[in-house]
């Protein structure tokens, strides 16, 4: 601890500086994306929806995934959506994201026509920029849970993709 006034003023006025500069990311991430968070229910008709991986348990979509997919199978069965481009990992033979969403998507009444598979979507930041420049997607709806949604739709807003998110139910979602 600083002996002198001064001294404590500026560990003061850094310890505010600090707490500052920690809440500034996320205080932006709300205000870019306030407006663009919709319910299942408020869903405009959109071409495409993209589902973000989430990990896999035995091969299956784990409960997070799982739910994402049932969230896009929900809106393409109402006529919401026309397309599903399913994004994730496929970076070891054992391990494939992408045909496990596509596989759980045409159970749940998906024509595989209609599923669009991204194997190198290692992260939200990837996801998104290989949907605008590989898959060309102008505007999407994003799917995922809430904690994950507002930097998605942050991440893809800055790839180029107009989007908005919707919220994939889950009990342990904190948002």
């Known amino acids: 601890m600083p002996r002198t006034r001064a001294g404590r003023r500026r560990l003061?006025?850094?310890?505010?500086?600090?707490?500052?500069?920690v809440l500034l990311?996320?205080?932006?991430l709300r205000l870019v994306t306030d407006d663009r968070l919709r319910t299942a229910g408020d869903v405009e008709r959109t071409e495409v929806a993209v589902v973000f991986g989430a990990g896999l348990w035995d091969g299956e979509p784990s409960p997070y995934l799982a739910h994402r997919l049932d969230t896009a199978a929900e809106l393409y069965r109402a006529g919401r959506i026309e397309v599903v481009l399913v994004t994730g990992d496929n970076s070891r033979e054992e391990?494939?994201?992408p045909d496990a969403m596509r596989a759980y998507l045409v159970r749940?009444?998906?024509p595989g026509a209609r599923i669009v598979s991204d194997y190198a979507g290692f992260?939200?930041?990837d996801?998104?920029?290989r949907a605008k420049k590989?898959?060309?997607v102008d505007r999407a709806v994003l799917i995922s849970q809430g904690f994950h949604l507002r930097r998605a739709v942050a991440l893809c807003r800055a790839a180029g993709v107009a989007s908005y998110g919707v919220g994939a139910a889950d009990r342990h979602d904190a948002t």
């Open 108 to 110: 749940h009444g998906v």
């Open 12 to 21: 003061l006025r850094a310890v505010v500086a600090g707490c500052v500069l």
């Open 134 to 136: 590989i898959f060309g």
């Open 95 to 97: 391990y494939d994201e």
């Open 25 to 28: 990311p996320g205080a932006w």
């Open 123 to 125: 992260d939200t930041w």
């Open 127 to 129: 996801s998104c920029v």
